[in-house]
């Protein structure tokens, strides 16, 4: 079976402006904008879980063609270089928006559920830890439930694919764990699960060429993830600097239109720097074979005896980047950049 995966990119890009735009009418323009535009946003998220579970399962299977078998390593560099950069960009969004408006006195906003914009450290430890969202950036809630599906279908690749038995008996232990993120996502599991098992299916990318409206859709896929999580914090901002302005009809208008062009364009700029997924690996890489290089470097010198020189050598060791790039390409077995999750 083949597919063209600009329809993919496409879908991930509109989705996440089907999130987006949404939110912004609802929040600006009051609750009955919410029964119009509202079960949009709901269906967008579908499609994200949807996505992600087909991608995932793409990528679980060219890492098992690629290294025989499961590389569970390789999986959880990945993972990490795409989710946790732009994540990290979030927060520091998040931190920088709050200074802002506590010097300008402008904290107070009209949720009952988010009386105030502040941000606690405790809800930053939560989120990096997967185990619960920060209140200002509600989105996060998805991603949290995407990243427990993640770890979930590496265990069941170990269990199948694992290179031992120990790799096995982990991946067992784990599926035995986190059993309950299926239980207790309703129907978001169950659509990136059944996505996942379409993506197992034997697929091909269709060379089929696309127009020019598909493919500039398809190239909003590049900051998708970003604009997902950096447009609800923006918003919650300016309605906090305007909140008691009692702005009317056409002043709020401007105000959409502004937003709709302005946050898109800052998450295209923010993503630039913040999903380049293959660059994070390849430092991740290096750190892991840094420290790996000094413990070595610390074992032969407690049983061998070796002159403290050898030791100030693996401290100051630095991989040059094209061989780090080179290893992590054996590692991870890169694909075309629109099949990658």
């Known amino acids: 079976m083949q597919i063209n995966y600009k329809w993919l990119d496409a879908a991930r890009g509109l989705s996440a402006f089907a999130v987006f735009v949404p939110h912004t009418l609802v ?3 009051g609750g009955p904008v919410y029964f119009i535009t509202g079960p949009l946003a709901t269906y967008a998220v579908m499609v994200f879980f949807a996505l992600s579970g087909f991608f995932i399962a793409q990528s679980i299977k060219s890492n098992i063609t690629h290294n025989g078998r499961f590389n569970f390593v390789a999986y959880l560099i990945a993972r990490v270089a795409r ?4 994540l990290l960009g979030s927060i ?4 920088l928006l709050q200074g802002g408006l506590m010097m300008l006195g402008r904290t107070a906003l009209p949720y009952a559920d988010r009386p105030e914009f502040v941000l606690s450290l405790a809800e930053i430890g939560n989120t990096l830890l997967m185990r619960d969202y920060i209140a200002l950036n509600g989105p996060l809630w998805s991603l949290i439930i995407e990243f427990k599906l993640y ?3 590496m265990a ?5 694919f694992g290179f031992s038995l120990a790799a096995r008996l982990l991946g067992a232990l784990i ?6 993120v299926v239980l207790g996502s309703g129907p978001y599991a169950a659509i990136w699960l059944f996505a996942a098992a379409v993506g197992l299916c034997p697929i091909s990318n269709s ?3 696309s127009g020019r409206l598909l493919s500039a859709f398809a190239r909003s896929a590049d900051f998708s993830y970003t604009l997902y999580i950096v447009h609800f914090p923006l918003l919650l901002a300016v309605i906090a600097v305007t909140k008691g302005a009692q702005l009317r009809t056409g002043p709020l208008l401007l105000l959409t239109l502004g937003l709709a062009l302005a946050v898109p364009l800052f998450a295209a700029i923010f993503a630039g720097y913040l999903e380049r997924k293959d660059l994070f690996a390849s430092w991740l890489l290096t750190l892991l074979d840094r420290g790996n290089a000094f413990h070595k470097t610390i074992r ?3 049983f061998c005896r070796l002159p403290a020189s050898a030791l100030q050598r693996a401290r100051s060791e630095r991989v040059h980047l094209a061989l780090v790039i080179s290893s992590w390409r054996k590692l991870i077995a890169l694909q075309p950049r629109s099949s990658m999750p």
């Open 300 to 302: 032969l010198a407690v």
């Open 27 to 29: 929040y600006l323009w």
């Open 151 to 153: 770890i979930l279908a």
């Open 83 to 86: 989710i946790y950069p732009p």
């Open 207 to 209: 060379r089929v060429r």
């Open 156 to 160: 069941v690749a170990m269990v199948f």
């Open 92 to 95: 520091v969004l998040l931190i």
């Open 175 to 180: 599926v035995w764990l986190s059993y309950d």
